[in-house]
């Protein structure tokens, strides 16, 4: 058996080849019949003998080609993919007035008319003389057939429209007329193709009427025959082996039993014995093919869904086996984190202790200090310093990242703010000899946030800027942009590549990542930053440039949410006066 994804594969491919060629059947129907028409009636005039006579039955008159004509232009219409108002109207129209000529045809029949009405409109000249009588007067079959057709024409943008299949009702009787009459014509049954000594229909006529009613049944693909033929299932397989056999195989084997009782190779008798066993047999074995396709097909089927449900099998494991993995990822983070927040506490509290003891000796509390003393507590009170915000910023850190961290929201000055988080990296910057500006408000504003978080924010990203700093500029700059306060710190220092851009808010990254750089830290002074302005419903982003500086952008809703308590700070945060600009 063949490989099942293959199978399934492949198949998609040769269906839509097929669906794409009865998707072109009612255009290539309509212009048949077009061009079949216009040839009939060049012939009238041009007197071509082969259009005008026939060697048997009857020749397609002028008003039947015109018929054509009109009705294979409304089927072409009616099956364009861009269509109007005006072009529907000319399909209505077009399609009406075959509908027309057929009903006043079939009115003269009724009425017993031998002359006059519609009959000698077209070569009417040369009609008079051709032995028929009516003379120009379309055959009974011919015009019930033609006005059928035409029902179904205009039925077919409501068809469209509303995915009905009301114009099939009236195309499939329509197919039967004309088959009847070709099979006159192959069997050699007049009664068949005509209803009457004089007029019938012709073989141009029957072929163009099929042609065309076939054209009429697949403008609705999605509804009736075309549908079970265009079926991808067992459907569609059953419709598309066993139809056209039983169009085809009873004329065929009709064909031979004629055929032999006309030689007189048997008796009509025996001829009808023959006729109904090979047609008995020619089904039995249509039947057994379709059915043994049938079964490869659902083995087929089977073996996919098979394969699916192991797919699916595996694609549940592999999630589960994602899951148990997240949640040990997060309980590993958990622990990780709470154990910083437990070991940086433990640290905290000693060095507290070493802290009040270092002011206590410079203080000369315990005996006199020499100033070669007081500058080994001095540098003993600056490391302690250095690490106990290295300690706090572990502790802020661990805190936001298990949602711990508690926002107090408060209403205080923007630029007095400002002012006293520049005012702590000061001595950092003038140690280094950069130049250090900030940008305030030109109007003082309240902000309500927590002053506490911004401070520290502003402290990390004024720091960091002198840190990677060593000449130039460190400039802070303050906006405000519908709602939201911006605040940049830029910096003239080494900047970032590109490439490590999108890394500089991770836990723990750095800049230098070698055990020998210059710049201390824990490197999770930006990701603590981000961590606050998200919590306080902002964001922090940044440009940079390799050799060129790095600009930080801080932005900050200037009103707490709705529902939120807010505690006002009389000093020294209280908007006072407005202060543009100071440098430092």
């Known amino acids: 058996m063949a490989n099942p994804q293959q199978t399934a594969l492949s198949q998609p491919d040769s269906f839509s080849s097929v669906r794409g060629f009865f998707e072109r059947v009612p255009s290539i129907a309509g212009a048949a019949v077009v061009v079949l028409g216009a040839f009939v009636l060049a012939g009238w005039a041009l007197d071509l003998e082969f259009v005008t006579t026939a060697a ?11 018929c054509f004509v009109l009705a294979g232009g409304s089927l072409l219409i009616a099956v364009r993919p861009r269509r109007n108002a005006t072009t529907e109207a000319i399909q209505q129209t077009l399609a009406a007035l075959v509908g027309t000529i057929a009903l006043i045809t079939l009115y003269e029949y009724a009425r017993d008319s031998q002359t006059g009405g519609i009959d000698l409109l077209l070569f009417g000249d040369k009609l008079v003389d051709m032995p028929w009588s009516p003379p120009g007067r379309i055959s009974i079959n011919s015009a019930a057939t033609l006005l059928l057709l035409a029902l179904a024409l205009l039925w077919i943008p409501h068809d469209r429209r509303h995915r009905d299949h009301r114009a099939q009702w009236f195309a499939t009787p329509a197919l039967l007329i004309p088959l009847v009459a070709i099979l006159g014509y192959v069997f050699g049954v007049k009664g068949m193709y005509s209803l009457s000594h004089s007029t019938g229909m012709a073989v141009p006529t029957a072929i163009g009427q099929l042609i065309l009613g076939v054209g009429i049944l697949f403008a609705n693909r999605e509804r009736g025959i075309p549908s079970l033929l265009l079926d991808e299932g067992a459907a569609g397989v059953l419709t598309r082996r066993l139809l056209p056999a039983a169009l085809v195989a ?15 190779f048997y008796e009509t008798e025996f001829g009808v014995s023959i006729f109904a066993v090979s047609t008995i047999v020619v089904f039995v074995l249509l039947v057994l093919w379709s059915a043994r396709a049938l079964r490869e097909s659902d083995k087929e089927r089977v073996a996919l869904l098979a394969m699916e449900k192991n797919a699916r099998a595996i694609a549940e494991r592999a999630r589960a086996e994602a899951e148990t993995a997240r949640a040990e990822a997060e309980q590993a983070n958990t622990i990780k984190t709470d154990f910083l927040a437990v070991m940086s506490h433990e640290l905290r509290t000693p060095l507290t202790a070493i802290m009040g003891y270092e002011e206590l000796l410079s203080d000369g509390i315990t005996g006199p200090v020499t100033e070669l003393q007081r500058q080994q507590l001095g540098r003993i009170n600056a490391s302690a ?69 911004l401070r520290q924010m502003l402290v990390n990203l004024l720091s960091n800027a002198v840190k990677f700093t060593d000449e130039g500029e460190v400039r802070l700059t303050t906006s405000l942009r519908d709602g939201m306060l911006e605040i940049r710190v830029a910096d003239t220092g080494v900047g970032i590549d590109a ?35 998200r919590l306080l419903g902002g964001d922090v982003s940044v440009a940079s440039r390799l050799g060129a500086g790095t600009t930080f952008l801080l932005t900050l809703p200037m009103v707490a949410p709705a529902g939120e308590t807010i505690r006002r700070r009389d000093t020294p945060t209280t908007p006072t006066e407005p202060l543009v600009s100071v440098e430092i």
């Open 56 to 66: 048997r039955g009857f020749p397609m008159i002028p008003l039947t080609a015109f």
């Open 250 to 264: 009873p004329i065929i084997l009709g064909l031979i039993r004629l055929a032999g009782e006309t030689a007189g």
């Open 385 to 453: 310093r250095h690490l106990l915000g290295l300690i706090d910023e572990i502790l802020t850190f661990a805190r936001v990242d298990i949602g711990r961290e508690r926002v107090r929201y408060e209403s205080m000055s923007v630029n007095q703010t400002l002012i006293d988080a520049a005012g702590l990296i000061e001595a950092m910057a003038a140690s280094k000899k950069l130049r250090y500006t900030i940008e305030l408000l030109d109007e003082d504003q309240s902000i309500q946030t927590d002053g506490t978080k």
């Open 499 to 533: 490439a490590n851009v999108e890394y500089v808010f991770e836990p723990f990254w750095q800049l230098e990542q070698s055990a020998t750089r210059k710049s201390g830290g824990t490197g999770l002074g930006l990701s603590v930053t981000r961590k606050l302005a």
